[in-house]
């Protein structure tokens, strides 16, 4: 997409962290929003400062790992601005980080995949469609994670390689479909988010519980020297917005900080 004054985007998760960054990044575009989050509060918050910028908005409380939450979404978007041209399927938790993969219940795994992989998958289900109904021009966003790219170490990882994979099906299935619609799969760094402090919050208490090895101690430090380095959401949302304008298929945002990263993104460049 090249122009995005008047056309409606509909970002998930935008109650905080890189959420509300997007939503408030094509609101200065000149776009409609419609914003679903989990936290009623949170999303009152970036409805006000969407509207203090002069923003039409249009907002519903969700839960993405369930369909018909999306598709309530999506019916609010239509009725409140007729055409959806931007997706950004957003929202994620970490979800399970407790135990190892086989002391995971059902229950666990129902979750984690729930609100991160399945939401993408209704995602796409819900407003792919819809786009190619009106034939106008349309892109998705799904947000994929660094962990797309370098070995998963959890059930977050899982979720996330799982993502990529299905931006680049939906990316072949678009193109061989003849379809107006581009996508972009966005794999974020280390982004100053609560995500992000609340995964570190839970590595130092994890390590915390007993006694810890000098590699354990020293690459608790390193990754905690790493993480400080977090790039702002709203720089995240500047680099979408040209990944989008230019219709990039991958973003990867600071890789330079793992040379494994930089490989791996080399790779899939020279493959794109
Ligand atoms: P990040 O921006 O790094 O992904 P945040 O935790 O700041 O991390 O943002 C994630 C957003 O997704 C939060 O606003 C959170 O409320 C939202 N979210 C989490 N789970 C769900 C869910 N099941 N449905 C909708 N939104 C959710």
Redesign the pocket.
Known sequence: MEEFAGKTAVV??A?????KAFALRWAAEGMNLVI????QD?LDATVAELQATGTQVAALR????RLSDIEALADLAESRFGKIHLVHNN???EGYLDGKIWEATAKDWDWTLG?NLMSVVYGIRTFVPRMLAHGEEGHVVNTCSMTSVIAATNMYGICKHAILAMTEVLAADLEAAGANVATTGLCPGI?A????HGSRNRRAEVSNDGPMSASGSELRDHMHAVLSKGMA?SEVADKVVTAVREKKLYLLTDHEWDSRVVARHEAILAGA
């Open positions: 998930t998760g109650g905080s962290g890189m959420g679903g989050d989990i936290q949170a969700i839960d993405v790992s929202a994620g938790v609100v982004i988010t609560n995500l992000f959401p």
